[in-house]
């Protein structure tokens, strides 16, 4: 089945304390992403990946960081985060993310709260 | 600025009720895509559109895209429960170097209440 996986689905943690959010698709697509959603924002674009070893930054990358070493993974890293990265995060994969149409697959989300 | 700006942001209607939801923007649009979020789930696509003056049906859904390519509308017809859930509108701006990435309206909560 196509999906994109991403893991934990919940994460309680404190402030300053490292974690990652991981992120698989079994597609062979070339594009990911990560979005933060939060209510009254809506959806808002993290860092994405136009292949491996290409990231780039959306709309909101203070305190986030990504890594593209191979085409199916895309894990976004919180080095020290802090209340204001509570938020549902979406992690997303298209074949590109050029051409018009192009279908974007999203994970079930990770509900994450820093205290 | 909000690149797509989605109306009405909540709706709340009876069951059998027809509704139309509205994505508008002040920039072209390659093309304009519509997706559903049901609580505790990602989005899912439900439709593409990609030329101007497009209308697409997807059973009780009708998908419009503006001839100028700047807007779009959903209109569904005897809404059902099953029908509640987040509609976004996305799309990629039809400029150079913003073609990477899929910008997000912020959404219309609609509830159907039988």
């Known amino acids: 089945e196509a999906q994109v996986t991403q893991n934990p689905r919940y994460l309680i943690t404190v402030t300053g304390k490292k974690l990652t959010v991981t992120c698989s698709q079994n597609?062979?697509?070339?594009?990911m992403s990560w979005y933060r959603q939060d209510p009254g924002l809506g959806l808002r674009q993290i860092y994405y990946?136009?292949?491996?070893?290409?990231?780039d930054k959306g709309d909101v990358p203070e305190g986030y960081k990504v890594s593209r070493k191979e085409k199916r993974n895309f894990p976004l890293i919180l080095e020290s985060p802090s209340p204001n990265q509570t938020s549902l995060y979406f992690c997303?994969?298209?074949?590109?993310?050029?051409?018009?149409?192009?279908?974007?697959?999203f994970g079930q989300g990770t509900r994450l709260t820093v205290v | 600025t909000q690149l797509l700006e989605q109306s009405p942001q909540f709706l709340s209607i009876q069951e059998g009720e027809n509704l139309t939801v509205y994505c508008n923007s002040s920039?072209?649009?390659?093309?304009l895509q519509w997706y559903r979020q049901e609580p505790g789930e990602g989005p899912v696509l439900l439709v593409t559109?990609?030329?101007?003056?497009e209308v697409k049906k997807l059973k009780r859904l009708t998908f419009q895209f503006g001839d100028a390519r700047k807007d779009s509308s959903l209109h569904i017809t005897a809404a059902q429960p099953g029908d509640t859930g987040l509609y976004l509108c996305?799309?990629?701006?039809?400029?150079?170097?913003?073609?990477?990435?899929?910008?997000f309206g912020k959404g219309t909560l609609l509830t159907v209440n039988p």
């Open positions: 996305a799309g990629r701006p039809n400029s150079g170097g913003s073609n990477y990435k899929l910008t």
């Open positions: 559109v990609v030329t101007g003056g």
């Open positions: 997303a994969s298209s074949l590109d993310g050029v051409r018009a149409g192009t279908e974007a697959f």
């Open positions: 920039s072209v649009f390659s093309s």
């Open positions: 597609m062979n697509h070339e594009y």
């Open positions: 990946s136009m292949n491996v070893e290409v990231t």
